[in-house]
Each structure stands twice: as C-alpha cells, then as structure tokens.
C-alpha cells in the first residue's frame, strides 16, 4: 500500500555539459537534479548535528524530514510523497526537542497479507465490501539502546485515520514486545477507477509535536466490471 515515495525536493539546476555540445552548461530537470539535492541537505543536517553534539538516530532523521515535509498543492501524492523538503525546519524540530526522547523505530506488518507493510487492494472481490485486518506493530531497538529503556518502554500512542473510510482505534499502549489491533477499510463506495489513498498514523501523547512515530499506508483501487464478454481467436 506504500505509495513508494517518501519525499520531493528541488528538481532544476545548471548542469556542465560535455564540450561537444558546445556549451558551457545547460539547464536540466529531474531525479539526477533532485536526488543530489536531497542527500546534501541530509548531509548538511548530519554535519551540524555531529558539529553541535545534537543526539540523532537514522529513524529520528528520517522521521522528521518526512513529517516537516511541505506538501505541494495540486500534485498527486505519489509524485511528492508528503512533500517537498524542508531541511532548516527538519533542522530546528530536531534541535528543539535534544536530547530527541529515546524510541525504537516500529516495524508496521499486515500478517494476513503476505507480511506487507501496508494494504493494497485492487480485485473486486476486496473491494466490494468492509474487511477486518490484523496490523502487527513491532519495535525494534539499536545497538546503543539500554537494556533497562527497553524495560520500561510503555509508550501510548493516539492512533489516528485520514479517510472516513478507514477506521482504527483511538489508542495503542506499546511495550517492547509486539502489539497487534485491527482496522476496518470499506471501499465499497468509492469511486471506479480510481486510486485512493489513506493512512493510519500513531502519534506518542507525550509528544504529538513531533509527528507520527508510524505510519500504516493503504491502497485502494476499485476496478470497473466488464460490460462485454470478449473472446480471443487463435
């Protein structure tokens, strides 16, 4: 169900050409300008953590650029994910909160879906009505990690959904062991032909600022039933 971006950035730049064009540079659009763009700011946010000796794990990094993100109006969302990326707020969120409060990073899985991460549904048969399904939540711990952190590990967490659609519960009480709830997804009314999108979000009580610490994608596509019946010739 993930819809396979995470964030955009900055896609146009000047570029060097080669001399056989004979041109000094060009402008150009694109991933190859894009990607780049992304990994330095990253780079540029590493740097002045590990400059100001600001505790940071690759999860929390990842976690804050994504939910300070700035999504853009009038792009789909598999184009831009949760939007455009912005480092310096990213930058002021993480130093704000330092030291970030100690979490494991959660392994969201759908066992009754292959051990997905998410939910996709596109056959007729899963969209024709309401269906339960089991969400598996696992945390998962670094090395640096204290034994007695992971004891007394009991985050409650506000679980939320974006599409009437989709319904959860209101709240999640995590130790370090998996947790598991149900959702409820009924694409029955929505339109043919169509791709939809919904998320459940978990978000800690104690710190809601700080965005959701997971994050359940779904998918939905209701295909349109054939009016003809067609038949091949050998």
């Keep these: 169900g993930y819809v396979g971006v995470s964030i955009c950035a900055t896609g146009g730049a000047l570029s060097p050409v080669p001399n056989w064009t004979l041109r000094r540079n060009r402008w150009a659009n694109g991933t190859s300008m894009s990607s780049p763009n992304a990994c330095g700011s990253i780079a540029l946010l590493l740097s002045a953590f590990k ?31 949760y939007g455009l990326l912005q480092i310096d707020r990213a930058y002021e969120l993480l130093k704000s909160k330092s030291p ?11 066992p009754e879906r292959n ?11 899963e969209v024709a009505a309401a269906n339960t399904y089991t969400v598996n939540i696992t945390p998962t711990f670094t090395k640096q990690f204290p034994n007695r952190s992971k004891l007394q590990l009991n985050q409650q967490l506000l679980l939320r959904s974006d599409a ?35 998320e459940v979000h978990a978000v800690d009580s104690q710190h809601p600022e700080l965005g959701p610490v997971f994050r359940i994608p779904i998918t939905v596509v209701r295909p349109h039933k054939p009016t003809s019946t067609f038949t091949s010739e050998a």
């Design 51 to 81: 400059h100001e000796k600001v505790p940071y794990s690759a999860h929390s990094i990842r976690r804050a650029v994504e939910n300070t993100a700035q999504p853009i109006p009038g792009e789909d969302r598999t184009a831009q994910g």
């Design 115 to 125: 051990q997905a991460r998410g939910l996709y549904l596109r056959e007729a048969a």
């Design 164 to 198: 009437h659609w989709v319904e959860c519960p209101d709240a999640l009480m995590q130790t370090n062991k998996l947790s598991t709830f149900k959702i409820r997804v009924d694409p029955s009314a929505l339109q043919l032909g169509q791709l939809h999108l919904a």
């Design 100 to 110: 970030m409060p100690l979490e494991p990073r959660y392994e969201v899985r759908l």
